[in-house]
């Protein structure tokens, strides 16, 4: 499956359509002995992620699921990331944070979700000792914004609970290394382009990742070239119609 775009309902749409034509095909030529999830994103929706990662791994529980990053699956493509059995890097392949992003209304002003749920718990505990940054959140942002960033924090960490220990971290005693993810995910990185590479995964986050081999790691380099070559000249793309250079290069290599 490849997607080049944000992570949103039509891109769930794409994955139902994924998994429906398999369960199809697998009637006369059997399962495949693996999926291979190609996703070039900025990010998106954290819901459709959600239930795409879940979708696929319900229909498939028995087949290895590869997470293949040819230039940067960021935000809501990071959640998904997190619900395979491997995460496999192009040399310059790169995740992102899970901290909130909310978007004002009639606003391109994004305010970071880390900051503030931070202050909202020291406040709610009387620990709040940064008085400025208060006032500055009580003039800025409505309580019910305050509300939401946090309550899509707590929905991004159960996401995380649910979908970490199905395929990344089986079985028991793995508690630990899940709620090192969540944290360094959800809080502990500086910002949200933070990039989360190969090394980052692995050090910091005991990941199961790996490179992808030479001669398919340069050809995730050129399908990415290609990617966002077509994404200029028609700024919308859909990878799983058909693309006969594409599907012509990949084929016999992922």
Same mark, same amino acid.
């Given at each position: 499956l ?22 199809l ?17 900025? =990010? =998106? ?22 997470f ?6 960021k ?10 059995? !491997? ?38 505990? $009387? ?5 400025? *940054? ?14 939401? *960033? ?15 220990? !199905?395929? *990344?971290?089986? =079985?028991? $005693?793995? =508690?630990? !290394? ?16 933070? +990039? ?12 199961n ?13 050129? *399908? ?11 700024n +919308?793309?859909?990878l ?12 016999g290599?992922?």
């Amino acid at each position: 499956l490849w997607h080049h775009g944000a992570i949103d309902n039509q891109f769930l749409r794409t994955v139902n359509e994924f998994v429906a034509n398999w369960l199809l095909k697998s009637q006369n030529e059997g399962l495949p002995s693996q999926i291979d999830l190609i996703l070039e994103s900025p =990010g =998106g929706e954290i819901e459709p992620a959600f239930q795409a990662i879940s979708l696929i791994d319900r229909s498939f529980p028995s087949i290895p699921i590869n997470f293949i990053v040819p230039g940067s699956a960021k935000s809501a493509a990071t959640l998904i990331a997190c619900g395979a059995n !491997k995460i496999l890097f192009s040399q310059i392949g790169e995740l992102g944070p899970l901290d909130v992003q909310i978007k004002r209304n009639n606003s391109s002003q994004r305010v970071l979700g880390i900051t503030i749920k931070r202050l909202v718990d020291e406040e709610l505990k $009387g620990k709040n000792s940064n008085k400025n *940054m208060v006032e500055w959140i009580q003039k800025t942002l409505t309580p019910e914004e305050v509300l939401e *960033m946090k309550r899509f924090n707590d929905v991004v960490v159960k996401y995380l609970k649910i979908i970490l220990p !199905k395929r *990344m971290f089986p =079985g028991r $005693g793995q =508690g630990m !290394k899940i709620n090192k993810v969540i944290n360094n995910l959800c809080e502990n990185y500086p910002n949200h382009s933070f +990039a989360i590479n190969h090394d980052i995964c692995k050090n910091d986050l005991s990941l199961n990742v790996d490179y992808v081999d030479a001669p398919e790691g340069l050809l995730l380099q050129n *399908m990415l070239a290609i990617w966002e070559y077509q994404v200029r000249l028609s700024n +919308a793309i859909n990878l799983n119609t058909e693309n006969t250079i594409l599907k012509n290069m990949l084929r016999g290599r992922l």
